[in-house]
């Protein structure tokens, strides 16, 4: 059974930062390339950020390019979101994903539960 677990999320001043992480098991996870998303309250779920299976290869949605970085410890089944200066209009609750083949933004094949992050003003 494949569980995708994040942690990390909370309330943060606007400007701050925050890491996210995705805990892995269930699958063969270097075979399967990850991915960030977030849903805002209101909002449809949108891509926030992917990487390769072996990692060489990063992709980020223009809203958070230059802010965030993904990450991935494929000794340790692990997905990281490291999230800098931090606005308001990050808050959302955000999923971790895998899906086999190239990193993309879409066409995922299992999900986290998702990690709820607040920004205050």
């Known amino acids: 059974q494949v569980q995708l677990v994040e942690s990390g999320g909370g309330l943060v001043q606007a400007g701050g930062s925050l890491r996210l992480s995705c805990a892995a098991s269930?699958?063969?996870?270097?075979?399967?390339?990850m991915g960030w998303f977030r849903q805002a309250p209101g909002k449809e779920r949108e891509f926030g950020a992917g990487?390769?299976?072996?990692?060489?290869?990063?992709d980020y949605a223009d809203s958070v390019k230059g802010r965030f970085t993904i990450a991935r410890d494929n000794a340790e089944n692990r997905v990281y979101l490291l999230m800098n200066c931090l606005k308001h209009e990050d808050t959302a609750v955000y999923y971790c994903?895998?899906?086999?083949?190239?990193?993309?933004?879409?066409?995922?094949?299992?999900w986290g539960q998702g990690t709820q992050v607040t920004v205050s003003t």
């Open positions: 269930g699958l063969t996870f270097i075979r399967y390339a």
């Open positions: 994903a895998a899906k086999t083949g190239v990193v993309a933004r879409r066409l995922y094949d299992y």
């Open positions: 990487i390769s299976r072996g990692g060489g290869t990063t």
